[in-house]
């Protein structure tokens, strides 16, 4: 299951890597090493889709990780990544809905205007 996973993940596949690595679980819940490989994906899928449910499992795998393993270099790091994205997709949505809800409301913020005679901002 661990090569098929890496061999999706290399083509860019990364939902059916993530199926893959998720399978490899199922079998063997302590294997690590497929936590983190899906952790890896989850975090692609996450950035790229802006998907937080994706960076959350990603988070809680690769939290599981470090609490098996020892050595916590690149785990470590992939965890306060994944935290990161968490809080950017949060933030990102807290906005948009608040976006939305000006628009049905009909309230805009205010733009300045400028002058007639006035060039656009930066030249």
């Known amino acids: 299951m661990l090569a098929e996973g890496r061999l999706w993940l ?9 199926e893959k690595f998720s399978r490899a679980l199922e079998i063997d819940p ?6 983190l490989d899906r952790a890896r994906v989850l975090l ?16 809680e795998d690769l939290q ?14 992939l965890l ?18 608040a976006s939305r809800a ?3 409301s009909g309230t805009r913020s205010p733009r300045p205007r400028r002058s007639p005679g006035e060039g656009k901002p930066g030249k």
């Open 64 to 77: 599981r990780v470090l609490q098996q393993v020892t050595g916590q270099g690149a785990e470590a790091r």
């Open 30 to 35: 302590g294997n690590h090493q497929a936590r």
């Open 102 to 104: 000006r628009r049905r």
């Open 44 to 59: 692609c899928l996450g950035y790229l889709r802006w998907n937080l449910p994706a960076v959350r499992q990603a988070a």
């Open 10 to 18: 290399a083509r860019g596949r990364y939902r059916r890597a993530s």
């Open 80 to 97: 306060e990544l994944a935290r990161n994205l968490q809080r950017r997709i949060e933030k990102t949505a807290r906005w948009r809905a």
